[in-house]
């Protein structure tokens, strides 16, 4: 079921204002994060409107989590972090998903948890749409089917 007032549900406009469009994936959509002081952040976004991981059965949660991990490979193969930090929010946006969060030792907040940092860091679609393109390869790479 989708949420007509749900950014990941709807796409478009109101999931651009946050986030760039890389593929879909088996149970989700992945998103370049747009602010990127952490280079690489990625987010998934359940294909489902689904408020928590608890209202999945075992089996999609369990393909969720695949997901997870597969879109955290490409970010490790593309981006080479030190060390990839996973978060799940959503006090005031009730869909799934997941931030992929790659870090980088020495770097900002390295040590801590990562901070949402709205606008700290954009860059331009140009730019998305090159770090997109080489998590799409990275994903075939790694024997990845892309649905449709």
């Known amino acids: 079921m989708k949420d007509n007032h749900c950014a990941y549900c709807m796409q478009g406009e109101l999931v651009a204002a946050f986030a760039y ?3 879909p994936m088996n149970t ?5 994060f747009k602010e990127q002081s952490k ?4 987010i998934l976004a359940h294909k489902e409107h689904v408020g928590e991981l608890i209202e999945l059965s075992d089996e999609d949660r369990n393909l969720f ?7 955290a490979r490409a970010v ?3 981006f080479h972090p ?4 996973y978060g799940a929010y959503g006090d005031t946006g009730h869909h799934l998903h997941f931030h992929i969060v790659p870090k980088y030792n020495g770097g900002d907040e390295w040590g801590g948890t990562f901070q949402m940092n709205p606008g700290k860091l ?4 140009e730019e998305y749409e090159k770090m997109a ?7 075939h790479d790694l024997g990845y089917t892309i649905p449709q």
């Open 21 to 23: 469009p890389v593929c």
């Open 28 to 32: 989700g959509f992945l998103y370049v």
């Open 133 to 139: 393109a080489a998590l799409r390869q990275a994903l």
């Open 39 to 42: 280079r690489g952040r990625v």
């Open 65 to 71: 989590f695949a997901d997870v991990a597969v879109a």
């Open 76 to 78: 490790h193969a593309v």
């Open 122 to 125: 954009t860059l331009t679609d």
């Open 82 to 85: 030190d060390k990839v930090n």
